[in-house]
């Protein structure tokens, strides 16, 4: 039973340049969410998706925008990376918003030239 | 604006030797407050969720507290194999429902 699953592990981009993190669960989950982790700031959520079909902001999506494709999958992407974007992205699902607990991916570490 | 900070920063023990992690937090109504432990590299591991103050949760060496204005974390004979992150989250409830605001984390190191 692998829960969430990111790909890739480990990116470096140049400036400019877009990407797409994907995301999977396993768990039958409907909620899953975007987090950024940067030294000393705590997990700040991007985005979530309370179902499928629907997603909404999080505390800083600017820069990002994602994709629920499906029940199980949760993508996030960068149009024009940043280097402010550098940073390790957890994606987290749960049974349903608000039902805790949120079970994590183990991140995918961006890095942005 | 729902404010979650933990203190220490970081903590250093000796095996054996107990101690406690603090969360204290601002937020305009309380829906559950949840621990999580982070390993180097790894993703959060859902610890506890506590909902009201006064309850009390326990696991192995750990055990999670309630107020109305903080949480503690207290270690009890602590190993090694504790040394991680842990982190505390709020669910505020309201507007906020479901979404989860983080503390920055507490480093724990336990010497052999």
């Known amino acids: 039973n692998a829960g969430v699953t990111q790909t890739p592990k480990f990116q470096v981009l140049k400036t400019g340049q877009s990407m797409t993190l994907q995301c999977a669960q396993d768990?039958?989950?409907?909620?899953m969410y975007w987090y950024r982790q940067d030294p000393g700031m705590g997990l700040r959520l991007i985005y979530y998706?309370?179902?499928?079909?629907?997603?909404d902001k999080g505390e800083v999506p600017n820069g990002y925008n994602v994709s629920r494709l499906n029940k199980r999958e949760f993508s996030l992407r960068l149009e024009s990376a940043a280097p402010s974007q550098t940073s390790v992205y957890f994606c987290?699902?749960?049974?349903?918003?608000?039902?805790?607990?949120?079970?994590f991916g183990d991140g995918t570490r961006l890095s942005i030239l | 604006e729902d404010q979650v900070t933990q203190s220490p920063e970081a903590l250093r023990l000796q095996e054996g030797e107990s101690s406690s992690l603090n969360c204290s937090y601002t937020v305009s109504g309380l829906r559950g407050l949840f621990w999580y432990r982070q390993d180097p590299g790894k993703g959060p591991e859902f610890l506890f969720t506590l909902y009201s103050a006064g309850e009390e949760k326990e696991k192995e060496r750990l055990k999670a507290t309630l107020t109305k204005k903080e949480s503690f974390l207290h270690i009890t004979a602590p190993k090694p194999e504790d040394s991680a992150t842990y982190l505390c989250a709020v669910d505020a409830g309201g507007t906020s429902y479901g979404k989860l605001t983080f503390g920055q984390g507490t480093i724990l190191t336990v010497h052999p």
């Open positions: 768990m039958n989950h409907n909620s």
């Open positions: 998706s309370a179902s499928e079909g629907t997603t």
């Open positions: 987290a699902s749960s049974v349903r918003r608000g039902d805790q607990p949120q079970h």
